[in-house]
């Protein structure tokens, strides 16, 4: 009985070894992927901004074109 629960251990031992293994390479895939979300939403943010200033321009250009005609 004594040997199937020693080795009962050894194995739980090794599956909890694995499983913080895994864990540990989970977080650290998390966190290049936050790193990767962060970038593409500042990339978006930019690329918004630069749009929203392009509009404004071409707004403001047929707005002066209205008035000298």
Do not use: C, F, P, W
């Not at 630069?50 to 707005?63: F, G, I, P």
Request: net charge negative.
């Amino acid at each position: 009985m004594r040997a199937e629960i020693e080795k009962r251990v050894s194995e739980l031992e090794a599956e909890y070894r694995e499983g913080q293994r895994m864990l540990t390479e989970l977080e650290g895939r998390q966190a290049d992927l936050q790193q990767t979300v962060l970038r593409i939403s500042g990339a978006l943010q930019v690329l918004n901004e630069l749009l929203a200033a392009e509009n404004a321009s071409e707004t403001d250009a047929a707005e002066a074109t209205r008035h000298t005609a």
